[in-house]
């Protein structure tokens, strides 16, 4: 009989990411009720990859690039950009999904 026991990961936040977090917030200041919303849902979301890290698709505008290392959670209009790293979910970035993913990446890389 073969008995499998469920790993589960720490989900960490990159600085980049709380930046992001930070932003969504300050788009909605004047709005505190929407503010709390979206911060609780897309904290959830994130915090619910410790037990079901790999139910994420792979971003698809890098796997066409052949990078698979990458996944990621949709809760629309955000994108949750993530990468499981041993026995560590590390959240990279969280994206408006309405924005055009390329020019964030690429405005991401210039910055650095």
């Not at 849902?41 to 290392?69: C, D, N, Q």
């Amino acid at each position: 009989m073969l008995i499998m026991t469920e790993k589960h990961f720490q989900v960490l936040w990159t600085e980049t990411a709380q930046q992001d977090l930070k932003q969504i917030l300050q788009y909605f200041a004047a709005k505190k009720a929407q503010a709390k919303k979206a911060y609780s849902v897309i904290k959830e979301k994130a915090k619910s990859l410790w037990a079901m890290h790999f139910r994420g698709r792979i971003v698809p505008e890098l796997y066409s690039l052949g990078i698979t290392t990458y996944r990621e959670l949709i809760r629309p209009p955000w994108r949750i950009i993530y990468k499981i790293d041993a026995d560590r979910i590390w959240v990279l970035a969280v994206i408006d999904g309405r924005r055009n993913m390329e020019d964030i990446l690429l405005e991401r890389f210039l910055a650095e």
